[in-house]
């Protein structure tokens, strides 16, 4: 998780600088029709995927939350300045006086000042600051999970759809292969006409699963190359050229119950978000009871500006020198505004207590389930390791008997389907074996962006 979280970080700072050329690069058509491993989409999800990107721009948002929040520990400096002309008609003077008093002026000024004491504001604005960062970490490693998921889900199931194509190609030619037999045995005056028709039934009922399984195959990968961020040519409308490598497998995964909810409990980055919303709503109550206290500031300054008396013609007479002293507030009574913000912050962190507390259950919950449907697939798949085996015998006793005269075509055209039913089923079951798999692994919070599988 350590490891996820440097390189999710390092991904966040350098891919955001040549995003665009990657993404250039990425979704020319060469790229696209290059073949495609399970971990080559996930690099390539974490270069263009837009979950991933926006996640990113959430992160580097947070990061200028982070210095605003520092800002109030750092002192203010402000410089200012300032020239008037007034019209001597404006300007009273004694009765009976000759002399005019000046009538322009100007000063120039820089001043630093620094909050010395504030009721403890400042120090909860550091550790805010800390907790928010951490936080914005946090929750980008979650979407990058999901996101990271997301492929690993859809790459399966392109996988599927793509054996499904195959098992009812393979049917539909098994089928045509038995009604071209009936076809010829009928010619030939073995077997009636009811034969041929039935066989010519048993093509049809076959055809619209195949044309179901080849438009499951072009949307599963149209899903695919969204999530990898593609932008595919508007002259690509009926099959993406996706060329994927990898192939649904059944490797094992062990793990048991209570080390799964307890690493659950130690590497979930929604977890560790909570905590530290807890920590930001703790202080808020801080400084939320910080107006109760004075607020004490030291300020120091150098300024400029001319003389209204010695020459009050010449601007250029300058004077000049520091400044500084203290400053000291204190709201005796706001009208309870102070109260109020108190009673709503610690509302706030009660809520944020009950949330993090609720979370843990959840992601147990979350962990329980996926736990479950993973041993349930697992299950599955081993009930299913002969069936083909034996599914492909049956079909061979079934063609024999009948090349023997002790069969019929009813016994061999439900040996085909049940095969494509055997072969149906396999596939699904490793594809749901595998999904199951990803998701247990990532409920318990392992690094989805991992080459093991």
């Not at 299950?379 to 069969?407: I, P």
Request: proline residues 3%; contains cysteine; hydrophobic residues 40%.
């Amino acid at each position: 998780m350590k490891k996820l979280k440097f390189i999710l970080s390092l991904s966040a700072i350098s891919v955001a600088a040549n995003i665009y050329a990657q993404n250039a690069a990425t979704n020319s058509i060469g790229q696209i029709t290059k073949p495609l491993s399970l971990v080559d989409c996930l690099n390539i999800a974490l270069q263009q995927n837009a979950a991933i990107l926006k996640a990113q721009n959430d992160l580097r948002a947070s990061q200028g939350v982070v210095i605003q929040t520092r800002a109030v520990a750092l002192p203010q400096v402000t410089a200012g300045g300032q020239y008037k002309h007034t019209e001597q008609s404006a300007i009273e003077s004694f009765p009976a006086s000759t002399n005019q008093f000046p009538n322009q002026s100007w000063n120039v000024g820089v001043q630093a000042t620094e909050v010395i004491y504030n009721g403890g504001k400042t120090i909860a604005a550091l550790r805010a600051a800390g907790a928010t960062k951490k936080q914005a970490v946090a929750q980008f490693n979650t979407t990058v999970a999901d996101a990271l998921l997301a492929v690993r889900t859809a790459y399966y199931d392109v996988l599927l759809a793509n054996q499904q194509v195959t098992v009812h190609e393979a049917s539909v030619n098994l089928l045509q292969k038995e009604l071209d037999d009936q076809q010829n045995r009928y010619n030939a005056g073995t077997v009636p006409k009811f034969n041929v028709l039935r066989a010519e039934v048993a093509v049809a009922n076959e055809r619209p699963n195949l044309i179901r399984a080849k438009n499951d195959y072009r949307i599963a990968k149209n899903n695919l190359s969204n999530l990898l961020g593609y932008n595919l040519p508007r002259d690509i409308f009926e099959d993406v050229p996706l060329q994927l490598t990898d192939t649904l497998d059944d490797a094992p995964y062990e793990i048991n119950l209570p080390d799964a909810i307890r690493q659950a409990l130690s590497q979930r980055s929604e977890l560790e978000a909570s905590r530290e919303n807890e920590t930001l709503q703790k202080l808020s109550v801080v400084n939320a009871r910080s107006g109760y206290q004075p607020t004490i500031s030291a300020f120091a300054g150098y300024n400029w500006n001319n003389s209204q008396f010695v020459d009050p013609n010449d601007l250029g007479y300058t004077l000049h020198g520091w400044n500084f002293g203290g400053e000291l507030s204190w709201n005796i009574f706001d009208g309870l505004l102070t109260h109020g913000k108190v009673v709503q912050a610690k509302a706030q962190f009660e809520k944020s207590k009950t949330d993090l507390a609720d979370e843990s259950r959840q992601i147990e919950l979350q962990v329980r389930t996926a736990y479950s449907q993973f041993i349930e697939a697992k299950e599955v798949l081993q009930s299913q390791e002969k069936v083909q085996e034996e599914a492909d015998e049956a079909l061979r006793e079934a063609n024999a008997r009948q090349q023997a005269g002790t069969g019929t075509q009813l016994d061999v055209l439900d040996a085909e389907t049940a095969l494509t039913q055997a072969r149906t089923t396999q596939v699904q079951a490793l594809h749901d074996y595998d999904v199951a798999r990803a998701n247990l692994q990532r409920a318990i919070g392992q690094d989805m962006a991992a080459a093991t599988k």
